[in-house]
């Protein structure tokens, strides 16, 4: 077999499209699967998003599927807030090395639930040189555990590979469930922020808004014995959290109820839901938690009762990527920032802000570039893409190819921070203000050529 790169380079984006191909191959090789999970719960005392972890209400995890064809391919999806930077390279590189593949060739991605950890060590690294107590934002030991655990897991995984004959698409709708966060008054401006937790019954009376309500799901068989299946479904993941009390969230919830019903190993992507949240229908009471998991799990199980299987084999997979430059946003500049990091009189919490942002200011002036990258799988496709991705992104990607079955992953690199829309960084708001957002308006030209490229390409 020959290994064949062909890369494309126009308006900036370039395409590198891996496969392996053998002009003397008779016979189909086997699609192979093999599953992996370990916990990835914080010690007590170790930092949570926002407080430090006073206990585990239910264990968060790292779940992984690695697919063996022409390429060796791992999808991660983890339940922490975020994994940023360094720690995108550091996670990639281990299991890559654990099983035998290419850093490039595995997917990270969280569920972004808020009463969980973060992982950034460059940012780490940045308020360390500034003298700031990072082990506040930050656990590095903690880090390198999961890790480690994560690269061993992988690693025994790929000793008891299973075929795979069959993949399965399906989808379902999850009712009252997402609701736009970005709610217009008459002058095109955002009026009202209805974040997840959302009391006032007026902002909880707005229309939905612009959603998408499919949970997409993909499972795959050996012959008719179920292997493992992947769901994904665009929206925040929060309830109600600043608990202290580590967990999964209802997604996770909602995951973990299928796994145990079924039998059958369960990964949960969470969808482009930087601008989707449960406001609409939740103020906050902890009881909506399992009100709002019941109703993610009752459309993960009409996803799956609705697929449809087809037959696949290796030759069905491959794995593609577009490297794109993301525009910095204006407010971004290096000199304010860094008198903010030497000024021992400004917040702790601005000095935090501004050790992440000068990072990624960094990454764009070195010209360093995110990957977008598609996973083909026979008529799937499965997008992985950085940051909080505004929910415009993953429709407009199912509406550039209709004829195929187009699921999302965000929450990839969480450096960026929110992604929002040409429109929406003239319209206000939270996700698209200078604290939420690193990136300028001109994202979406970068973003949506990208995808079509990717799209185009398979």
Known sequence: MNLVRSFRTLMGVALVAVSLSSANTLFAEPLKLATFAVDASPPIGSPLAYDPTKGIQEPLTLKGVILKGNQTVVLCALDWIGVANGSQDVFKEAIAKAVGTKPELVMLHTLHQH??????????????????????????????????????????????????????????????????RRILGEDGKVKYTRYTATKDPVIRAQPTGTIDPLCKSI???????PLAVLTYYATHPQSYYRTG????????????????????????FNGAGGNIGAGKWNDGAHENRQVL????????????????????????????????????????????????????????????????ELVWLRRCEAGD???LSCLKLGK?????????????????AQKMRPDLFVAMAAYGDYAPGYIGTEIAYSQGGY??????????????????SGLQKLLDAQ
């Open 245 to 268: 009390m580590a967990n999964p969230d209802f997604p996770g919830m909602a995951r973990n109820s299928r796994q145990e019903k079924t039998g059958v190993f369960h990964m949960h």
């Open 380 to 396: 799937a496709r499965i997008i992985h893409m950085p940051g909080e991705l505004f929910v415009e992104y993953q429709l407009a």
């Open 219 to 225: 499972s795959f068989y050996n012959e008719d014995k």
């Open 431 to 448: 996700e698209t203000s200078q604290m939420a957002s690193r990136v300028s308006s001109r994202v979406e030209q970068v973003l949506m």
């Open 115 to 180: 009463d969980a950890p973060e992982a950034d060590a460059t940012t780490h690294e940045v308020l360390e040189e500034f003298g700031l107590p990072a082990e506040k934002r930050f656990d590095r030991k903690f880090v390198a555990e999961v890790v480690a655990r994560a690269a061993d897991a992988a690693k025994q995984a790929t000793g008891s590979w299973q075929k795979v004959t069959h993949i399965g698409l399906g989808e379902g709708i999850i009712e009252k469930v997402a609701s736009n």
């Open 293 to 356: 998991a019941d109703r993610v799990e009752s459309g993960m199980t009409l996803a799956l009762t609705a697929t449809e299987k087809f037959p696949i084999d290796a030759a069905d997979m491959e794995m593609t990527s577009v490297d794109v430059q993301l525009p910095p946003a204006p407010h971004l500049q290096k000199e304010g920032l860094l008198s903010i990091l030497r000024d021992e009189k400004s917040s702790e919490q601005a000095r935090w802000q501004a050790a992440r």
């Open 369 to 371: 570039t995110i990957a």
